[in-house]
């Protein structure tokens, strides 16, 4: 997908992606379509109960669960999508997210389960 991306420039645990919205991100009503707004919130939650279990060797996981409320619609820019611990035990995480626009409105949240992997994703 075009303009996609993983921020890596965070510190601590939480974890973000952001995504420049173009034609192609949009439906036929011309805001962004609302399963890229749920996959920029898997992303950025399964990113941060990743570096839950371990921040220097982030552990795979696998969504369980992700509950997705629309808020408002974007169109145009940037929007980011960021993950915040909720908890956690030693194979399940619990993260809530957020997806705000360039201007910080809040477009959707997020609340996640993920589930701790024993296997290495092939490079």
Do not use: W
Not at 43 to 66: H, I, K, N, W, Y
Request: hydrophobic share 35%.
């Amino acid at each position: 997908m075009t303009g996609y991306e993983i921020d890596h420039s965070r510190t601590g645990i939480s974890r973000a992606c952001y995504l420049d919205i173009g034609p192609e991100h949009l439906n036929y009503h011309g805001i962004l379509h609302g399963g890229l707004v749920s996959m920029l919130l898997d992303v950025a939650c399964g990113q941060t109960a990743s570096a839950m279990f371990c921040r220097e060797d982030p552990a795979p996981v696998v969504t369980v669960a992700l509950n997705v409320q629309f808020v408002s619609a974007g169109r145009s820019g940037r929007v980011t999508a960021v993950g915040q611990p909720a908890g956690n035990g030693r194979s399940m995480a619990y993260v809530s997210g957020e997806l705000r626009n360039e201007d910080g409105e809040l477009l959707a949240m997020a609340q996640g389960t993920f589930k701790r992997s024993n296997k290495k994703a092939d490079p």
